[in-house]
């Protein structure tokens, strides 16, 4: 937003934040955690993949019965289609990344 409208913002504060979701940050995060894509990780498509999800975004999940997954995917991914374009757009390829130099 700083960089469309310059006259709009006085200052800025940027503290170990990255620009965008590229594609070699994104490969890396996706490695450690074992998952192909953003799409396979975040939007699963059975109870075991939502049981993964879950675990690896909590810090101590309680044991849930499978139906509760089940139905997590059939409730939370409506529209899967959208939701994965959406999804798919907002990683960056590593050419179009731009490293932002901001005056101090």
Known sequence: MAQHYPNLVGSLVVSGSVDALTESISSGCLERIGFASWTDFLMPDNAQGAKVLLDIGS????????????????????????????????????EDAHNHQFQQ
């Not at 044991?63 to 139905?71: E, G, L, Q, S, V």
């Not at 997590?72 to 390829?93: D, G, P």
Request: hydrophobic share 40%; aromatic share 20%.
């Open 59 to 94: 810090y101590d999940l309680p044991w849930m019965p499978d139906f509760f997954y089940k139905h997590y995917c059939q409730i939370m991914f409506s529209n899967r289609k959208e939701r994965v374009e959406l999804l798919e757009a907002l990683v960056v390829k590593d």
